[in-house]
């Protein structure tokens, strides 16, 4: 069995080699707006839970902007430091990154005195997944950590088609997803 390490680095190198073969007005236009069976499990109001994503990451931008449109309030990670629980903070507006800042681990997060929020519904990023809902993340465990504190908050993974692998090595502590959305697919809702 391949060990988690090695799946990383796999995983990272074949989603960074999909991401460069993409022309950048079609990556403009991938993952705008939640495919409707997703729509139908998201409750009126809720608080939904995104990421900035990184250069090579399914972008969550476009899922913000509709959600913020359809007035859900919206919230991204934020750590005091490298070594602090990820919690949310509210994420006023996805077009505009004023109240955001650049946080411990060099991404985009709202700033200090932004609203602690927890989201009734969340977007994640992944390194891989399984057609039944298994997840492989960066390895940090922030996502994994903070669901279990959490249960019962659907988790949604956002990916790149190119990231659903056959299996995956799960441990005690990893957290299944509620569904996974690529490009082209929606897999789930799982039980």
Do not use: N
Not at 19 to 29: F, I, K, M, S, W
Not at 62 to 87: I, K, T, V, W
């Amino acid at each position: 069995m391949v060990t988690k390490a090695e799946f990383r680095g796999q995983l990272r190198a074949a989603r960074r080699e999909h991401v460069a073969g993409l022309d950048p007005a079609t990556r403009a236009l991938i993952l705008h707006r939640p495919p409707a069976p997703l729509l139908a499990l998201v409750p009126e109001g809720a608080r939904i839970g995104l990421y900035h994503a990184t250069a090579h990451e399914a972008p969550a931008a476009g899922y913000a902007r509709f959600f913020h449109e359809r007035g859900h309030p919206l919230s991204l990670p934020r750590f005091a430091h490298r070594g602090a629980d990820m919690e949310f903070a509210r994420w006023a507006d996805p077009w505009d990154e004023g109240d955001c800042e650049v946080g411990p681990f060099g991404l985009m997060q709202p700033v200090d005195d932004a609203e602690d929020v927890i989201p009734d519904l969340l977007f994640v990023p992944l390194l891989g997944f399984t057609e039944d809902g298994a997840r492989l993340g960066q390895g940090g465990g922030h996502y994994d950590r903070w669901m279990a504190a959490h249960p019962g908050i659907p988790a949604i993974g956002l990916a790149w088609d190119v990231q659903r692998v056959a299996a995956l090595p799960v441990e005690a502590h990893d957290q299944p997803l509620a569904a996974v959305v690529t490009p082209t697919r929606l897999y789930g809702p799982f039980a």
